[in-house]
């Protein structure tokens, strides 16, 4: 019976880390993966040993399971074996010792200067109506400007953007705020969102009695604001309008485009770290070797000695 773990687990999660639902999500599926595959050998949370985590784990890599992907479920496993100990449901950390694949450290997909700013004018002339474009060009020219995680993005409240803001301040993963400033051309397109979003909301109210919702992007759905899944679909609507692969544009690519450019200009590694909102500068240090790539590029490409 220990699938019941689960439950009390996510619910500790969210209590005493501020976990994310999304993340809360994926440690659920994650977790029932796991107990399921432990109950056709047998055995659950409550009686597996090392070696029936190692065997899930291998089972994992012989289906042909991403690296990513495996590393994920163990480390699941091991904030639940962890939450499973501390509350005395186990005398032991059958996951304690357990070493995974590891994330392999892939370069971030990036765009260049050129094709952000084929992005962003597209942007203001997609869209069936006029409300339409003036959101889809608020979204990317909020986007780039900030690096907003895509969650953050769709899911911002309207009072952080009155009193046409200089700085958003944004809620990231864990409950964490952070400041970032806005640019002339962002606080140009949230203004002109904001006068329509509005207008459009007071007028729904007197003839419809409908409530003004307290999200920027607001959305009929069971979220109450534009989903991530809508805005990935968007951006690859804007991307094939721009004349850019849709293949290289998601929402995450315009954060490392947002990243890549700040390095490429000066900007210091610990101010692109607030920014984003990463809690460790090791995630940062990722784009240094997007700018070294690119450096080598250049060399390679205009050197007389390289050439020959």
Same mark, same amino acid.
């Given at each position: 019976?220990?699938?019941?773990?689960?439950?009390?687990?996510?619910?500790?999660?969210?209590?005493?880390?501020?976990?994310?639902? =999304?993340?809360?999500?994926?440690?659920?599926?994650?977790?029932? @993966?796991?107990?399921?595959?432990?109950?056709?050998?047998?055995?659950?949370?409550?009686?597996?040993?090392?070696?029936?985590?190692?065997?899930?784990?291998?089972?994992?890599?012989?289906?042909?399971?991403?690296? !990513?992907?495996?590393?994920?479920?163990?480390?699941?496993?091991?904030?639940?074996?962890?939450?499973?100990?501390?509350? #005395?449901?186990?005398?032991?950390?059958?996951?304690?010792?357990?070493?995974?694949?590891?994330?392999?450290?892939?370069?971030?997909?990036?765009?260049?200067?050129?094709?952000?700013?084929?992005?962003?004018?597209?942007?203001?002339?997609?869209?069936? =109506?006029?409300?339409?474009?003036?959101? =889809?060009?608020?979204?990317?020219?909020?986007? %780039?400007?900030?690096?907003?995680?895509?969650?953050?993005?769709?899911?911002?409240?309207?009072?952080?953007?009155?009193?046409?803001?200089?700085?958003?301040?944004?809620?990231?993963?864990? #409950?964490?705020?952070?400041?970032?400033?806005?640019?002339?051309?962002?606080?140009?397109?949230? !203004?002109?969102?904001?006068?329509?979003?509005?207008?459009?909301?007071?007028?729904?109210?007197?003839?419809?009695?409908?409530?003004?919702?307290?999200?920027?992007?607001?959305?009929?759905?069971?979220?109450?604001?534009?989903?991530?899944?809508?805005?990935?679909?968007?951006?690859?609507?804007?991307?094939?309008?721009?004349?850019?692969?849709?293949?290289?544009?998601?929402?995450?690519?315009?954060?490392?485009?947002?990243?890549?450019?700040?390095?490429? =200009?000066?900007?210091?590694?610990?101010?692109?770290?607030?920014?984003?909102?990463? !809690?460790?500068?090791?995630?940062?240090?990722? %784009?240094? @070797?997007?700018?070294?790539?690119?450096?080598?590029?250049?060399?390679?490409?205009?050197?007389?000695?390289?050439?020959?």
């Amino acid at each position: 019976m220990s699938l019941g773990w689960i439950s009390p687990f996510l619910d500790a999660q969210a209590a005493e880390l501020n976990a994310a639902e =999304n993340t809360l999500l994926a440690y659920g599926r994650d977790l029932r @993966h796991a107990a399921a595959w432990l109950s056709a050998q047998g055995t659950d949370f409550e009686l597996a040993s090392r070696p029936d985590l190692e065997a899930y784990l291998i089972a994992l890599e012989a289906d042909g399971m991403a690296r !990513a992907t495996r590393a994920r479920r163990l480390s699941a496993l091991k904030q639940l074996y962890r939450f499973a100990y501390e509350e #005395g449901w186990r005398a032991d950390n059958p996951a304690l010792q357990i070493t995974g694949p590891g994330r392999e450290k892939r370069l971030p997909k990036t765009l260049s200067i050129e094709e952000v700013d084929r992005l962003l004018s597209s942007s203001e002339a997609h869209g069936r =109506n006029t409300g339409d474009r003036l959101r =889809n060009h608020c979204l990317m020219q909020l986007l %780039y400007a900030t690096g907003m995680r895509v969650s953050e993005l769709v899911s911002l409240p309207v009072a952080a953007a009155r009193g046409d803001p200089q700085v958003l301040l944004i809620r990231g993963k864990g #409950g964490k705020e952070r400041m970032v400033p806005l640019s002339p051309p962002a606080r140009t397109a949230l !203004a002109a969102w904001l006068d329509y979003r509005d207008a459009e909301e007071d007028r729904l109210k007197t003839e419809k009695g409908q409530p003004h919702s307290r999200f920027l992007f607001a959305s009929r759905g069971k979220a109450g604001h534009l989903t991530r899944v809508r805005f990935f679909s968007l951006i690859k609507e804007i991307a094939v309008d721009a004349h850019v692969s849709p293949d290289r544009v998601t929402p995450h690519t315009l954060r490392h485009a947002f990243a890549t450019h700040l390095l490429q =200009n000066g900007a210091d590694l610990r101010a692109i770290q607030t920014l984003l909102g990463h !809690a460790d500068i090791a995630t940062t240090e990722i %784009y240094t @070797h997007v700018l070294d790539a690119r450096l080598k590029a250049l060399v390679f490409d205009n050197h007389p000695l390289a050439k020959a």
